[in-house]
């Protein structure tokens, strides 16, 4: 389980930061601005396994994890708001633009509180789960259900399910030919991504981590292909 962990946990950390990034660039290359929030948010999303990947990096130069620990939660879910807030964003542009600003100022409400209680409370925020024999599996942190930020966590993920996967698919039932097709690889994006983070980072799903990490991957092409033309 531990070269599992990894190796998936590096796989998404390096390719949805060179996703993002690429992402970024095509924006500037197209001028199709939205494509830079979809970097912005897979960049983000990339940065939230940093602490995982510097763990595993750890393990494999000393044969142990690291020792000092206590600050790989607040490493990883730091830049989870950030992941967030641009999703919204995106979301709202397409879909709620004169009502975008209000909706995203709601988010960066959250998130603003999110991250005092990860910062401040972080004892009352993460739990972790540290290798029974060190170096045999990476340390794995979770949100504690009780507090502040599962519930704001929680609040997130169901809005980008339920206001980009649900809101992108009723705008492809409203529309027809080209414009359709987008919408619907857009919501498949979001769906995807969403169903895949909530398993991925408030739970621990095992051996089925390859799974859930190649389809996050995965949706960052479902969403390149709904914003990448013109048609938008």
Same mark, same amino acid.
């Given at each position: ?5 990894? $190796?998936?946990? &590096? ?5 949805? !930061? #060179?996703?993002? =990034? @690429? ?6 290359? +197209? ?70 600003? $209000?909706?995203? &100022? ?5 998130? !603003? #509180?999110?991250? =005092? @209680? ?6 009352? +925020? ?80 095992? !051996? ?25």
């Amino acid at each position: 389980m531990g070269w599992l962990s990894g $190796l998936t946990a &590096s796989g998404v950390f390096l390719f949805s !930061i #060179i996703l993002g =990034l @690429f992402f970024v660039y095509k924006s500037r290359k +197209t001028k199709l601005s939205l494509l830079l929030y979809l970097g912005l948010i897979y960049v983000f999303a990339g940065l939230v396994y940093l602490g995982d990947f510097l763990d595993f990096a750890t393990v494999l130069t000393t044969g142990y994890n690291i020792k000092e620990y206590s600050w790989i939660g607040i490493v990883n879910w730091m830049w989870f708001p950030g992941a967030i807030i641009c999703a919204i964003y995106l979301g709202a542009q397409l879909i709620l633009t004169k009502k975008k600003w $209000l909706i995203v &100022s709601i988010y960066i409400g959250l998130g !603003i #509180i999110f991250e =005092l @209680f990860l910062f401040f409370d972080p004892a009352g +925020t993460i739990t972790y789960s540290i290798p029974l024999n060190p170096g045999e599996d990476l340390i794995n942190d979770n949100i504690i259900l009780e507090s502040v930020d599962f519930v704001i966590a929680l609040i997130y993920l169901l809005s980008i399910l339920i206001f980009l996967g649900v809101g992108f698919l009723s705008k492809a039932i409203q529309s027809t030919g080209a414009i359709r097709k987008k919408f619907l690889f857009l919501s498949a994006g979001a769906f995807v991504y969403t169903i895949g983070g909530i398993l991925d980072g408030l739970f621990s799903p095992g !051996i089925a981590l390859i799974f859930i990490r190649s389809a996050m991957i995965i949706s960052a092409w479902l969403f390149y292909v709904g914003l990448g033309e013109k048609a938008i």
